[in-house]
């Protein structure tokens, strides 16, 4: 594989991190295109969408096209949030905006689109709602065509004093968009309408989590058997079985931190490796990545230790296009650090660092 290019979302004011790195005075330009060589795993900055008024592009998302690149503008305030646009450059992978769209729920922090490209998704988290978008042929926005509205609690009054959807998972059928639900301990799974451009549930759709756990994010198994949720509050990972009807049946829980750890830590993200052998979450507060492999014989994860995020508070990380390479963005200290994924699923260290204010959020095009 020849280099390709990655885009990360950043912070630029008002999110958790601030906008600014902690090693600098550098300032988050937004939404960033990278280059990474594909034999070293280097990364390089090659534009960056500072002319364009974004606030907290957080997380991003690729359409299935290639074509078009969506970003939330995770607002925390009063003001609703919103989605933005962009037509990706197919040389360089330069970001030209296209147009924008209210979510009506505040605090987008997720954002998906499904296999066709017909509609677009976010998971609202501090107005703890969803917001579905149909997509133009244009790669641009339509106006709102459906907003459900999450109601209640859980039991950590901090963290679970209402609802908080956190991340939308769309199955590779198109049919079923999942919400992780972080205040309330509940998975929703939506099915979606591309006719009247909805969503829709009912009570059997709905799976609860173990109480306090707060489940964050959500990966399908590449054998479209297995999916993997992580648990931010509980610090751990839950496996579960998924049906043909798209139904979630639990399997097993397991914690993401060693057992002599005793400090604070939550989870962030979780990502399968490219051939499923393997499952990767994040620690922020241990500053790690665990790693389990998965046995899919006994339908089990099996512990194989913990690696360094080489930064502090890893809020994503992904692996490479060709699995060579496993990228972790650390919100804290700004920077994304680029590990070995070796045969045996372990993790080392490269030396390869990019500076970069505030990162939430690495995709691949």
Same mark, same amino acid.
Do not use: M
């Given at each position: 594989m020849s280099n390709y290019k990655g885009f990360i979302g950043t912070y630029t004011q008002g999110g958790l991190g601030g906008g600014k790195s902690k090693n600098s005075n550098v300032f988050s330009e937004g939404i960033y295109t990278v280059s990474i060589d594909s034999n070293t795993g280097e990364i390089s900055i090659v534009s960056s969408t500072k002319d364009v008024d974004v606030t907290n592009p957080s997380?991003?998302?690729? +359409? &299935?096209?290639? @074509?078009?690149?969506?970003?939330?503008?995770?607002?925390?305030?009063?003001?609703?949030g919103s989605v933005t646009s962009f037509e990706i450059d197919e040389k360089n992978g330069a970001l030209k905006f296209i147009n924008k769209q209210f979510t009506k729920g505040i605090g987008?922090?997720?954002?998906?689109?499904?296999?066709?490209?017909?509609?677009?998704?976010?998971?609202?988290?501090a107005g703890g709602s969803v917001s579905l978008f149909p997509?133009?042929?244009d790669g641009s926005i339509s106006e709102l065509s459906?907003?459900?509205?999450?109601?209640? +609690? &859980?039991?950590? @009054?901090?963290?679970?004093?209402?609802?908080?959807a956190h991340s939308v998972s769309i199955d590779q059928s198109g049919r079923y968009a999942y919400v992780c639900d972080l205040g309330l301990d509940k998975i929703f799974k939506y099915e979606i309408n591309y006719e009247k451009n909805t969503l829709s549930l009912d009570e059997n759709s709905i799976t609860n989590v173990m109480p306090g756990s707060g489940p964050r994010h959500f990966t399908f198994h590449p054998n479209k058997e297995k999916v993997f949720v992580i648990n931010e509050l509980g610090g751990s990972i839950s496996s579960y079985d998924l049906s043909t009807d798209g139904s979630l049946n639990l399997i097993e829980t397991v914690d993401t931190l060693?057992?002599?750890?005793?400090?604070?830590?939550?989870?962030?993200?979780?990502?399968?490796?490219?051939?499923?052998k393997y499952i990767y979450g994040s620690n922020r507060g241990h500053d790690s990545i665990a790693i389990f492999k998965f046995d899919e014989s006994r339908n089990n994860l099996i512990s194989i230790g913990h690696h360094s995020s080489m930064g502090e508070t890893p809020r994503n990380f992904t692996p490479s296009p060709d699995g060579k390479f496993l990228f972790v963005a650390n919100q804290d200290s700004s920077n994304i650090a680029t590990l070995k994924i070796n045969e045996?699923?372990?993790l080392s260290e490269t030396g390869y660092n990019l500076e970069i204010p505030s990162p939430v959020c690495i995709k691949f095009l």
């Open positions: 997380f991003v998302h690729v +359409s &299935s096209s290639k @074509k078009y690149l969506y970003s939330v503008s995770e607002v925390t305030s009063k003001t609703t987008p922090c997720h954002i998906n689109s499904d296999p066709s490209d017909s509609v677009l998704i976010t998971a609202n988290y997509i133009n042929d459906d907003f459900k509205q999450h109601e209640g +609690s &859980s039991i950590n @009054k901090n963290r679970q004093e209402a609802a908080h060693p057992d002599n750890y005793n400090g604070d830590s939550w989870t962030a993200d979780i990502h399968t490796s490219i051939d499923g045996d699923g372990s």
